[in-house]
């Protein structure tokens, strides 16, 4: 299955169903797994168009009590600069460099997969949420 549904409507549930939480944080795991193997995918497209070695690189947001650290992970190139050796984030406004035989193909892989990561956070929060309604109600049924 490589489906990755749009959205997960969270609605408004009845305030009394647990079931309806269990149900959600369900489908919610599911699709993390479909996103993860997604993720891995792309990791492996990239890393093969790339003529150099991608560092994929787990990153910790620093901020406190963050349940989802490290994030990521995001790609880097190791260059070197002055003299010294440096991680090169494959963010916004980095280009190929000369080397790269699809550079398009690279950046929109690199456009694709970022897309994603936020995805990902944006369904691991949601579970978050349905495992906190459901310790909330059902007496610690939630998944850690
Ligand atoms: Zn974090």
Request: aromatic share 8%.
């Amino acid at each position: 299955m490589r489906r990755v549904a749009k959205t997960t409507p969270l609605g408004s549930p009845p305030a009394q169903d647990p079931a309806f939480f269990s149900r959600l944080a369900e489908r919610l795991q599911e699709e993390l797994n479909d996103l993860e193997a997604r993720l891995e995918e792309e990791r492996e497209r990239l890393s093969a168009l790339s003529p150099l070695p991608v560092h994929w690189k787990p990153v910790r947001c620093g901020k406190e009590d963050c349940r989802r650290c490290p994030h990521g992970p995001y790609p880097y190139l190791r260059e070197k600069r002055e003299g010294k050796w440096r991680w090169k984030y494959l963010g916004k406004g980095w280009q190929p460099p000369e080397g790269f035989v699809r550079p398009q193909e690279f950046l929109e892989g690199l456009v694709r997969y970022k897309r994603l990561l936020r995805r990902r956070e944006e369904l691991l929060s949601r579970l978050e949420e349905a495992q906190a309604a459901l310790a909330g109600r059902g007496g610690g049924r939630a998944r850690r």
